[in-house]
């Protein structure tokens, strides 16, 4: 049987294998959107976007 899964030993493996590979920073986040979809949303509607129309096509999954 495995060891259960200690999520913040893992969390700070992921971050040093990421310096390791050259990042600068490495982060680990939520994945909860519900406060910055809104604003993202906002941010589109205004066209700030440019020509990334892609971001306008996907901003949203």
Same mark, same amino acid.
């Given at each position: /049987?495995?060891?259960? &899964?200690?999520?913040? *030993?893992?969390?700070? +493996? ?6 390791? &590979?050259?990042? *600068?920073?490495?982060?680990? $986040?939520? $994945? ?6 809104? +604003? &993202? *949303?906002?941010?589109?509607?205004? *066209? ?6 892609? /971001?306008?096509?996907?901003?949203? &999954?």
């Amino acid at each position: /049987m495995s060891e259960p &899964l200690d999520l913040n *030993q893992l969390a700070q +493996k992921i971050k040093q294998w990421g310096l390791e &590979l050259g990042f *600068q920073q490495v982060g680990i $986040t939520d $994945t909860d959107l519900s406060e910055s979809e809104p +604003k &993202l *949303q906002a941010w589109l509607d205004k *066209q700030y976007h440019g020509e990334m129309d892609w /971001m306008a096509r996907h901003g949203m &999954l």
